[in-house]
């Protein structure tokens, strides 16, 4: 018998750490009676078994073919050797060195079974906030360094008591080598205070209920929690936190109340409940007992998740059922993620203070998502629960540092076939932004162990991000322009290879003529682009002030479309105008020397503002976001545009739509209908300016990206129209078409010029 045995030497590489792999492998070799044993190094997974043949291939099969929940293998190796006579299979101690393979997961939101532990008052983690369990807690917003252990874990300060630690060593218990295992004994504990700081034993769920706002130390970050239901407790957050007129998010206490105030289709609901947990942004319901004009101003969507940690559950009951859970912090700043930070900046906004002892490590916001008319996943915002889950890209190269772009940051390193996105830095131009951006680097850095010495950046001179990569030294730099990075983001994510045609519509970036481009449209591949068109040019007068005010940019397609006629109805359109500010504004015009832009979120903006939907933008984008929000489905017509060309560009001009759309409101056509309108010629230009792009160049394969493609309507229009019109089409799902998915690109492209 001893003759037929043998052994394997198996490699696994991928999401294998923390995922309960090495109880899944050991329970795998008991069943089948097999000898060796398993190792979690920083270089993956180990495995030496030994066996007879069709044990050994049952082994295989069980342990590669049907993983564990949370575990992804990227790659294995088998090599079949001599059996050396191992006597019980055994879990061997982990190994530490400088070179590290493995990836770090995300947070998972709790499972199955540790729910019904919280709720169950014969079981010891009754009511527990901390629990958690192999498949299920903190990962990355806990972790310090690799490999991961609970010693490199913000959980180091709380050593395990003896029932902890046996369920820790027992390789048939759901927390064998939990590294983040606590329970009430030994665990970290929450404690309420009032707004002086002063410990309380109140029940935070009838503080909720009185109305009150409660600071409440998530997985993350800190949130700030009031009662959804209760008007007046909802407009007082308003209130404190100030100018901040974004919607805020929800937490429901079940999928069954998440189906009372909204929406949810089937492939919603799968992303409602995902380990991933994150907001998803859903159409509402009408009458939902929610006051929407305070929580979601301007919207029919409303962005909804459930609680994914046990404090989370702990925080409903059979009355309370939906919570208010917005980002608590102040205007653009980074989210709150110390005890003490709360106590200081939001000593002003929050009533009471639910704070504990297990610090956060790594901030991460709540992602935001939505799923598309094609039931795609649709990034709005790529952080916890996805955060740092690697990206498969087309390419093998050097490590390379993207650092991204200004609003909406988040940098990318690549190790080999994969990319790392970080989570969301947000606005870089606040300096503790920036601040957690560079920490962010260096811990990435370490995590994958890699020392790019190739850092991509945006054109803009003037970007954070840009300046501190000119800074680094001994590195080399490679610039890449803003829309092209877009473009390689979407090429990348698709595993594309060769030319595409890319139509890029967002807000603004540093074009190569020296003008701000915003809707382009390009031929590239991942090492060169050129530009075949563009949006009409216009006069960005004020730069900035612009996207801030948008009756600014509505009068300047007024005046370019209709002259002294535009004036006119300017007046009666935008009574947000000054007239000092207008005079200024066509005195700058006239003198021709203003820097000129293609921005498609301009373009939205001037009609927002023409409609008198959003004249003055609370946050950024605020008029396109209302502007879809308002649009009528089921609405028909077409504004006039024309698509000409100038020196072999084509021009896709907008002006002759706003002498329609003018007729249109003073027809009294209701803003509903009109915003519909808009947005079907936006999108007929842009198939006709993509189907002469084929016509010139050949290409058939469309990617479509940049912030604008937020806007569903457009999104789906076009995907539609280009399918019928025979193209290819790809867009975003993996990261976000927004800034916050351009680090992709950029990473991409400087590794294959580098090539
Ligand atoms: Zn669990
Ligand atoms: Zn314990
Ligand atoms: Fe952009």
Redesign the pocket.
């Known amino acids: 018998m001893r003759n037929n045995r043998s052994r394997y030497k198996i490699r696994i590489n991928g999401i294998v750490q923390g995922v309960g792999f090495r109880p899944h492998v050991f329970r795998a070799a008991s069943d089948l009676g097999l000898s060796g044993w398993v190792l979690n190094s920083s270089h993956g997974v180990f495995i030496e078994v030994e066996g007879l043949p069709e044990q050994l291939t049952g082994f295989i099969r069980r342990v590669i073919e049907s993983p564990p929940p949370l575990a992804l293998i990227r790659n294995y190796t088998i090599e079949k050797t001599d059996p050396l006579g191992y006597q019980s299979f055994t879990i061997k101690e982990s190994e530490n060195d400088s070179t590290r393979n493995v990836m770090i997961s995300p947070d998972v939101a709790?499972?199955l079974?540790?729910r019904q532990e919280i709720f169950d008052p014969g079981n010891r983690r009754f009511n527990y906030p901390f629990t958690?369990?192999t498949?299920?807690?903190p990962r990355f917003t806990i972790i310090k360094d690799v490999p991961y252990d609970r010693s490199k874990t913000t959980m180091d300060s709380f050593p395990m008591c003896l029932q902890c630690q046996e369920e820790y060593e027992n390789p048939i218990n759901r927390r064998f080598h939990a590294q983040p295992n606590a329970c009430p004994f030994c665990g970290p504990q929450i404690t309420l205070l009032n707004a002086r700081q002063e410990i309380i034993n109140d029940n935070v769920i009838e503080l909720l209920k009185k109305g009150s706002i409660v600071a409440v130390k998530g997985l993350g970050g800190f949130h700030l929690a009031v009662d959804a239901r209760n008007k007046e407790a909802v407009e007082r957050l308003r209130q404190r936190k100030r100018r901040d007129v974004k919607p805020f998010a929800v937490m429901a206490r079940d999928l069954e109340t998440a189906h009372s105030v909204c929406r949810i289709s089937p492939e919603e609901e799968q992303h409602l409940v995902s380990y991933q947990a994150p907001i998803v942004v859903l159409d509402v319901l009408e009458n939902n007992g929610l006051p929407g004009e305070i929580i979601h101003p301007g919207l029919r969507t409303l962005g909804v998740m459930l609680p994914y940690t046990p404090l989370h559950f702990l925080l409903f009951d059979d009355e309370l059922d939906t919570l208010i859970m917005t980002s608590a912090n102040i205007s653009d700043e980074p989210l709150i993620i110390s005890n003490e930070d709360a106590f200081q900046k939001l000593n002003e906004v929050a009533d009471y203070f639910l704070i504990h002892n297990r610090d956060i490590y790594n901030p991460c916001d709540d992602s935001v998502i939505s799923v598309s008319p094609y039931g795609t996943r649709h990034f709005f915002r790529r952080a916890r629960g996805y955060v740092p889950g690697a990206i498969p890209i087309p390419t093998s190269s050097c490590p390379v540092l993207a650092v991204g772009s200004e609003l909406k940051n988040t940098f990318c390193i690549t190790r080999g076939n994969e990319a790392y996105l970080s989570q969301h830095w947000g606005d870089l131009n606040h300096y503790n932004n920036y601040v957690n951006f560079q920490n962010g680097i260096e811990r990435f850095k370490q995590m994958l162990a890699v020392k790019p010495d190739i850092i991509a950046h945006d054109l803009h001179p003037e970007y954070q991000a840009t300046r501190w990569a000119k800074a680094q030294k001994e590195v080399e730099l490679v610039g890449v322009q803003h829309h092209h990075a877009h473009l390689a983001s979407v090429m990348a994510e698709n595993g594309l290879q060769g030319e595409v045609l890319g139509l890029i519509c967002d807000g603004s970036g540093w074009g190569m003529d020296g003008a701000i481009w915003g809707c382009e449209l390009l031929r590239g591949d991942y090492t060169n682009f050129s530009r075949l068109g563009h949006l009409n040019y216009l006069p960005l007068v004020g730069g900035d002030l612009s996207s801030r005010r948008p009756y600014r940019m509505a009068f300047i397609y007024l005046v370019s479309a209709l002259g002294n006629k535009g004036i006119e109805a300017a007046e009666k359109l935008l009574p947000d105008l000054p007239l000092a500010e207008r005079d200024l504004i066509l005195q700058r015009i006239n003198s021709q020397s203003e820097i000129l832009t293609s921005s498609c979120g301009r373009l939205f903006d001037a009609a927002g503002a023409i409609l008198g939907i959003s004249p003055v933008n609370g946050y950024e984008g605020q008029a396109g976001i209302e502007l879809e929000a308002c649009a009528d489905k089921n609405a028909h017509g077409l504004y006039e545009y024309c698509i000409g060309e100038k020196a072999d560009m084509l021009i896709m001009n907008s002006l002759p739509l706003w002498s329609d759309m003018i007729t249109d409101i003073n027809g009294k056509l209701p803003a509903s209908t009109i915003a519909r309108k808009f947005h079907a010629t936006i999108s007929d230009m842009f198939l006709k300016a993509l189907i002469t792009g084929r016509e010139k160049t050949g290409i058939n394969r469309v990617v479509l990206s940049g912030g604008a493609f937020h806007n569903q309507i457009i999104l789906s229009d076009l995907i539609n129209s280009l399918l019928g019109k025979g193209f290819q089409v790809y867009h975003q799902q993996l990261v976000p078409p927004g800034d916050g998915g351009i680090a992709l690109g950029q990473a991409v492209i400087a590794s294959e010029r580098r090539k």
Do not use: M, P, R, V
């Open positions: 709790t499972c079974d540790c958690n369990c498949n299920c807690g």
